[in-house]
């Protein structure tokens, strides 16, 4: 508590209000250098936003492609102008999930958050594990924390020992509850001193997320 309570506010936030953009940093943003994240993500945004918008189109996409590590290699340079074809095969496994659920838009994707537990996802799409889930919910509003490298590192150095993904996310989301802010919120703060200290530049990684 002493050390939530001695960081400053954050300055941003995590939330996205963009069905196809949650669905991309879900597959993306995890045990991968900040940098390659943010300039994929920078290269959808700039030049292929306006033709991927939607789950139809996103589908359509990967329709024209072979599911083989050639066909998603293409849809990778399409999307995100890297040879993320491993990516892509999540981003298949994902979307069809979501498709078979009924989820094809944000509005869709932010109630299934809003319900969803992990225990009811887990097993459910194969390579998603407890940290990658609780980074979708995270940036769809639920307050809840995840797992990461830098919240693995404050809690560390905050009581001098490792501890567990799920007990990370518990501690810190009753931390939240005592400051009286979002636990998302606490997670950005989280975030922004760990990677303003020295020793944090280093590839952002999801613990536990293989």
């Not at 996409?61 to 892509?88: C, M, P």
């Not at 932010?110 to 998603?128: H, L, N, P, R, S």
């Not at 609780?134 to 919240?151: F, H, S």
Request: net charge positive.
């Amino acid at each position: 508590m002493a050390r939530c309570r001695s960081l400053p506010p954050a300055k941003g936030n995590y939330l996205i209000n963009d069905y196809v953009e949650n669905l991309l940093l879900t597959v993306l943003d995890f045990q991968m250098r900040t940098t390659t994240v943010e300039h994929a993500a920078g290269y959808y945004l700039k030049h292929r936003r306006d033709a991927i918008r939607t789950h139809q189109d996103l589908k359509q996409l990967l329709e024209k492609y072979s599911d083989t590590k050639e066909g998603n290699r293409q849809v990778a340079q399409y999307l995100w102008g890297y040879n993320l074809w491993s990516r892509v095969e999540l981003l298949r496994r994902l979307l069809a999930y979501f498709e078979t659920n009924g989820i094809t838009t944000q509005d869709e994707l932010k109630a299934w958050a809003a319900k969803t537990e992990f225990k009811d996802f887990q097993g459910k799409v194969k390579g998603m594990a407890f940290a990658i889930f609780k980074w979708l919910v995270m940036r769809l509003g639920v307050e809840t924390i995840k797992p990461d490298l830098w919240v693995h590192r404050f809690t560390r150095g905050a009581i001098g020992r490792s501890v567990s993904d799920q007990t990370a996310v518990v501690v810190l989301e009753q931390a939240a509850k005592e400051l009286g802010i979002k636990a998302y919120e606490l997670d950005w703060r989280i975030w922004e001193y760990q990677r303003s200290q020295p020793q944090s530049a280093v590839a952002t990684t999801v613990a536990g997320a293989a």
